[in-house]
């Protein structure tokens, strides 16, 4: 029984863990919203008035978009997870370049009241490695897609304060494929199939920032987004040798997890015409995501089979994950080389969330981060303008994996990550009505 207990624990935590987590940023989230912060390293992100991703990062930072406001941009992501076991094996997770898009509106209402929409992908993945490979019990491939929906108003209560609101629908669908290992359970055994999950959800948060301008030149600003608790629901399929019959079922499940509540704080000061340098210390709360509760029908079909004790047992288990919180902390500058063309460059670092390295999956290759980003912006009209943006994440802390024994419930170092790197290319359009 305990047996079968930590391998179906080893299955749901692989399965929900897909449903949050991100090759992008610490943990789940993708900070790339807008291709302008981007080329910044998200140094004043929401503050600087430059484009329209105020609504997101802070919709105080409305108050700085005259008129009626349109924006568009989509940025690809390209990973490098290059795996090499100390067995001399080499795998890389590598999958197809991935899209992150983002759409912003804003208007203004009166001279003192902002409304805005943003329409994003604020958390995303896609790995894949072969499906036989040798750490396959650590994760084969799984991908996330979101769309979170995002009103907001604004208001400009006095020419140096401004505050603004919103709320949050976001929907979430997940794919999950791992590797079973082989466990004895009951009068059964479990070998070399695999588990796959497939999952949706929507959860709801919401968020609110403020802006503080003491100078003309001189702007600050905190923005907050609440936590969201996910119960995403799916079907799980159990596929392989099961037993001496090699059974394959498919059942329903789903699974409890809080994501992170985040804190931004953000700085941007013009200090000539020509010269803007910003900055940007953003906290996420990663201790929500300290365990994941999951529930399964476990009278049906495989989990009855497996063991006649599951069906009373394992209907409610819960997994620690035992994460801390995060720090994002970035500086960026921009230069106006004329009225039409601005050039930026950024630099950021972001701390590693997981506190038991032994916990890493190859679907959660979490560490440390260094960010090198830079772009450009064109505005060929007063209505117009168009930004494009490159960046580079850079996997510097601990890369090491472990493999799990789900009957001893020790871990083993079994190889490292000697790549854990990320490539971005953003396009943006914007345009003033």
Not at 22 to 29: D, P
Not at 257 to 262: A, I, K, V, Y
Not at 384 to 394: C, E, M, S
Request: charged share 15%.
């Amino acid at each position: 029984m305990k047996t079968s207990k930590k391998l179906l624990a080893g299955l749901m935590f692989s399965s929900l863990a897909a449903v949050s987590t991100s090759a992008m940023a610490a943990g789940f989230q993708l900070t790339e919203q807008s291709v302008v912060s981007m080329g910044r390293s998200h140094a004043g992100a929401g503050i600087v008035g430059d484009d329209v991703s105020a609504v997101w990062y802070n919709p105080a930072g409305m108050t700085l978009l005259p008129g009626t406001q349109f924006q568009i941009s989509s940025t690809i992501v390209d990973l490098d997870i290059d795996y090499k076991g100390l067995d001399g094996s080499r795998e890389n997770g590598r999958d197809k370049p991935a899209p992150i898009p983002a759409f912003f509106v804003s208007h203004q209402i009166t001279d003192n009241l902002w409304a805005g929409l943003a329409i994003t992908s604020p958390y995303g993945m896609k790995i894949r490695y072969g499906s036989d490979w040798t750490e396959r019990e650590r994760g084969i491939s799984g991908s996330i897609m979101t769309v979170d929906i995002n009103p907001n108003i604004a208001w400009k209560a006095t020419e140096w304060f401004s505050i603004g609101a919103g709320v949050s629908a976001m929907y979430t669908h997940s794919k999950i494929k791992n590797g079973l290992p082989i466990v004895p359970v009951g009068q059964a055994y479990v070998t070399g199939g695999e588990f796959e999950y497939k999952g949706s959800d929507w959860m709801f948060t919401y968020n609110a920032g403020i802006m503080l301008s003491p100078l003309e030149t001189l702007r600050f600003g905190i923005s907050y987004r609440s936590a969201a608790h996910v119960h995403a629901k799916g079907d799980y399929t159990v596929r392989g040798n099961l037993g001496p019959m090699g059974l394959s079922q498919t059942n329903y499940g789903y699974g409890d997890l809080t994501t992170p509540e985040t804190v931004m704080i953000t700085g941007t000061w013009e200090t000539t015409p020509w010269l803007r340098l910003s900055a940007l210390a953003r906290w996420a709360n990663w201790k929500n995501f300290k365990d994941m509760r999951f529930y399964t029908n476990a009278n049906d079909g495989i989990y009855s089979m497996l063991s006649p004790q599951m069906s009373s047992k394992l209907t409610h288990m819960t997994l620690e994950n035992n994460w801390k919180s995060v720090w994002l902390l970035s500086l960026g500058a921009d230069i106006k080389v004329n009225n039409q063309w601005t050039i930026r460059g950024g630099i950021a670092l972001e701390t590693d969330p997981i506190h038991n390295q032994t916990k890493r999956t190859a679907l959660i290759p979490d560490t440390k981060r260094l960010w090198l980003t830079c772009g450009v912006s064109w505005a060929p009209t007063k209505n117009w303008q168009i930004d494009a943006a490159y960046g580079h994440i850079r996997g510097i802390g601990h890369r090491k994996l472990y493999s799990h024994n789900a009957v001893t419930d020790a871990y083993t170092e079994v190889g490292k990550f000697e790549k854990m790197n990320a490539w971005m290319g953003g396009l943006q359009v914007q345009y003033k009505f």
